[in-house]
Nanobody
Framework: VQLQASGGGLVQAGGSLRLSCTGS????????MGWFRQALGKEREFVAA????????SYADSVKGRFTVSRENAKGTMYLQMNNLKSEDTAVYYC???????????WGQGTLVTVSS
């Protein structure tokens, strides 16, 4: 399983970015998926998750109401729409697949989001 995260960059506080995570259609038809992030000097933290067919989502409290996760399995793509970005959102963002046992088992390489205040 290979995942590729993209879409990161430099944005001013209050701005928006959309991250993408791409992989094979087979992968996207097999797993729940999610986004995590890791800021410099901090542990990796959960951001958002989405069920296999996209009908269920969950978010960290810190991004609720600002971030939206979605997926298009036929395109092998998951998105993270990030609005009203804050400096504390600065991090490397990773996408991952979740096995049926709940283990986050496959990870993309990460994309850097920098929010300037």
């Amino acid at each position: 399983v290979q995942l590729q995260a993209s879409g990161g960059g430099l944005v001013q506080a209050g701005g928006s970015l959309r991250l993408s995570c791409t992989g094979s259609e087979r992968t996207f038809n097999s797993y729940d998926m999610g986004w995590f992030r890791q800021a410099l000097g901090k542990e990796r933290e959960f951001v958002a998750a989405i069920g296999l067919i996209g009908s269920s989502t969950s978010y960290a409290d810190s991004v609720k109401g600002r971030f939206t996760v979605s997926r298009e399995n036929a395109k092998g793509t998951m998105y993270l729409q990030m609005n009203n970005l804050k400096s504390e959102d600065t991090a490397v963002y990773y996408c991952a697949t979740q096995s049926r046992t709940g283990l986050w088992n496959y990870w993309g390489q990460g994309t850097l989001v920098t929010v300037s205040s």
